[in-house]
Structure formats: structure tokens, C-alpha cells
């Protein structure tokens, strides 16, 4: 028998995945906490491939009907943090262990005219979904389109990489959406910025790598820096949304915000990790 060495090939490659960081071994209380999560934070990580971090539980952990909610809700486990009977224990469930990077951060002083903005418009993109344990690719489509999202999201602590490669691939031009974005809609801007020119509409989602710029009302949903970038920001010029997030780190607006921020031009950023709201024009 003839082994043809050609039929498959080692290359490097880098695998970004959301890490849910758990802070105790209370299986019941963690799924709860996952269930209401998902609830919240909308269609933002479905699909997305999972780091489960048990690094400071010093329990152990009963892996299997944590996993399996987890797999309930769309967010496939692909490996574990963990250490002694925890990390034996993680294994026994068809677990490996990763040991996580620091995640890929932009510069947060580079910056870009809309003269600069690279045209045509694409809209039409999925949100990240993994594939042979990798994310997919951003698919473009006809300008000023969005897709028909029906995924539900969840937010959770934060968002990190697991790489075998110290190369990080390099940004992509700036995605410009012209809007409105409607309800149900969803765009995906892969490894660049986002740029939104009309209203993000209630129901509708904006997702990106990098900053999400909206010149118009934000009632959706935004997440900035979706693959773990906390130097990444959220700029709108009126601020009404149901949910924004940076890093993995989401706020659910349920009530009115303050008369300097509801309607009003603001930014949302991370500083020491909490999420911050913040007029313009201070």
C-alpha cells in the first residue's frame, strides 16, 4: 500500500474563540448564568467556537451537563483551562487543554477618512460561525444589503484568541454600510472596522472586529472588537440601543439612559474593564 503524503498538509494556522471564564464549580448555577446570558446579549458568539476557563475553580467541575448546555445553545466547547483533578476530569469529557494567547490588538491611533473608505459598499455578512473548529470567512454581497439574521447571541466575560502562529493577519479595509438597517438584519465586519451611515434599527445587529462608527441612531444592537480587542470603541451620533458590548463585555440597555447619553452623540469604550458610556462632546 502507497501512502501519498500530498493528500493533506500541516500549515499554521490561528483560531480565535470566545473564553467563559467560570468563577465557581455550581453547575446549576452556571447554566442558569449561561441561560441568561444568552438571553440577553442576542446572536453576537452563536456558533462561535468556545474556551472554557476553570483556571481558579479549585472544585471540580461536572463537565457534562455544563457542556451539553452549552451545546444547547449553539456554542460549541472546544477546549478547557484548567488544572489537576479538573483538567483530568475536562479530558475525560473529550476536552483538550489550550493555553491561550494574548489577543490581536489594533492601534487605537490609526485612523481613516471617509475619502479613504474603500468602495463598493458590502453588507451582506454572516456572523462568525465556526467551521472544522475555525471561523468562517466574511461572505461580500450586493451593496447596501444586510442578511436576515433569525440567530439568537450571547455576551459573555470576554474574548481571547488560542493561537499555534505568532502572525497576525492583517486588517481588512474599512466595511461602510449605507443603512437602514432593519429589524432582523444583521452585518459582520471580519478583522476591520464597520462604518454604519443611516439608523441601526431595534431588533437589527452590528458586529465587528475593530470600531463600529454609526452616523445615525443606534437602537440595536453593537459590538465592537468581537475577536477580543478591548482597545476597540463604539461611536454613534444618537445613542438608544438595546444592547452594546466591547471585547465580549456587553451592557443590556433596559431602561433609559441618562438626558446627556439617550439620543446624544457618545462613545462606549473598556477602561479597566467595565464598560463605559461617554457624551461626544465632553
Known amino acids: 500500500m502507497t501512502t501519498d503524503i500530498s493528500a493533506l498538509d500541516f500549515k499554521s494556522a490561528t483560531l480565535y474563540a470566545i473564553r467563559v471564564v467560570l468563577q465557581h464549580a455550581d453547575t446549576k448555577a452556571l447554566i442558569k448564568a449561561l441561560k441568561k446570558r444568552m438571553a440577553d446579549a442576542g446572536a453576537f458568539y452563536e456558533n462561535e467556537p468556545v ?162 462608527h454609526v452616523y445615525g441612531p443606534l437602537r440595536g444592537k453593537a459590538m465592537a472588537g468581537a475577536r477580543g480587542d478591548t482597545a476597540a470603541r463604539i461611536f454613534t451620533t444618537s445613542l438608544d440601543a438595546e444592547l452594546v458590548a466591547v471585547a465580549g463585555i456587553y451592557r443590556v440597555i433596559d431602561s433609559k439612559l441618562p438626558a446627556e447619553l439617550h439620543q446624544r452623540p457618545a462613545v462606549i469604550q473598556l477602561q479597566k474593564d467595565a464598560l463605559h458610556l461617554t457624551p461626544l462632546e465632553k
Not at 472544585?59 to 489537576?84: N, T, Y
Open 51 to 212: 474556551v472554557i476557563d476553570a483556571g481558579s475553580v479549585d472544585e471540580v467541575v461536572d463537565w457534562a451537563p455544563l457542556l451539553k448546555a452549552f451545546a444547547d445553545h449553539r456554542l460549541p466547547v472546544i477546549g478547557v483551562v484548567a488544572q489537576g483533578e479538573n483538567l483530568a476530569a475536562a479530558k475525560a469529557c473529550g476536552l483538550a487543554a489550550v493555553d491561550l494567547s494574548t489577543s490581536p490588538v489594533r492601534n487605537a491611533l490609526d485612523t481613516q477618512t471617509a475619502a479613504s473608505v474603500a468602495e463598493p459598499v458590502t453588507a451582506n455578512v454572516p456572523a462568525p460561525a465556526a467551521a472544522d473548529g475555525a471561523p468562517s470567512a466574511a461572505q461580500p454581497a450586493e451593496a447596501g444589503g444586510a442578511d436576515q439574521a433569525t440567530a439568537t447571541t450571547s455576551g459573555m466575560k470576554t474574548a481571547t484568541s488560542a493561537t499555534t502562529n505568532t502572525d497576525v493577519p492583517a486588517a481588512a479595509p474599512t466595511m461602510v454600510v449605507r443603512g437602514p438597517l432593519r429589524s432582523g438584519q444583521r452585518v459582520y465586519a471580519r478583522q476591520s472596522d464597520l462604518i454604519v451611515m443611516g439608523v441601526v434599527s431595534r431588533g437589527a445587529e452590528v458586529i465587528a472586529d475593530g470600531n463600529i
